[in-house]
């Protein structure tokens, strides 16, 4: 099975928006849950434990996240309050279920408006790797202009990052994927950035999908 990093997640999401059904849902209402999915099932939370492995798991509308994925490590040994309390039925492990740590958190931004929701929300939680997924739906914008609104994104969101570790640094080995997305015709445009702590910024790609007109 794969190993997860920056360029494997990358790979798997870069296979999972080349379904032609994506493009189908990109401009619709459901575009959110085609993603992220319900509580408790995301097409793109399946897409990554095919690709990754079943040592993987996941949960949707993970607190301040829309997905979160983890390896399956989870509490042990957590003794349940009600203990406390004589005429209560015991019950041991309600922590088992969760994760002691999470590898992958994800955020879905409707539009780049709101990106810095997600930025902030990222930079004050824990994981090995945090991506933000945001759309550019301006038909001003276009081409060129497109690189410029994932750019000033990237820009933002690294100030976001340093400002929010000068305060409280988080592990060094997080890394960050800021991804955009953008629908020209029959076109979908995703950008790319990768950040790491330790080197800032890592990597920038552009992914160019064209879909069939009919």
């Known amino acids: 099975?794969?190993?997860?990093?920056?360029?494997?997640?990358?790979?798997c999401w870069k296979s999972f928006v080349s379904k032609p059904e994506f493009l189908q849902n990109y401009n619709g209402p459901r575009r959110t849950e085609f993603i992220v999915g319900k509580k408790g099932s995301s097409p793109f939370g399946n897409h990554f434990v095919e690709e990754f492995g079943n040592t993987y798991g996941y949960g949707t509308e993970d607190g301040l996240v829309d997905l979160s994925i983890y390896k399956r490590k989870f509490f042990k040994g957590v003794l349940d309050i009600q203990v406390l309390h004589k005429g209560w039925k015991f019950r041991d492990g309600l922590l088992a279920q969760f994760p002691v740590c999470h590898d992958v958190l994800l955020k879905n931004e409707n539009s780049i408006e709101n990106a810095y929701m997600g930025?902030?929300?990222?930079?004050?939680?824990?994981?090995?790797?945090?991506?933000?997924?945001?759309?550019?739906w301006d038909p001003s914008i276009e081409g060129d202009d497109g690189d410029e609104a994932h750019k000033l994104l990237c820009r933002n969101l690294e100030v976001v990052i340093k400002q929010t570790n000068d305060a409280y640094p988080e592990?060094?080995?997080?890394?960050?994927i800021l991804i955009t997305g953008q629908r020209v015709n029959q076109k979908l445009i995703w950008r790319y950035t990768c950040f790491s702590l330790m080197s800032r910024l890592k990597q920038v790609e552009t992914l160019i999908v064209t879909f069939d007109s009919d």
């Open 1 to 11: 099975m794969k190993v997860l990093d920056i360029d494997s997640f990358i790979d």
């Open 119 to 136: 930025m902030r929300r990222l930079a004050c939680l824990r994981a090995r790797l945090k991506v933000l997924v945001t759309y550019i």
């Open 171 to 176: 592990n060094g080995e997080t890394n960050y």
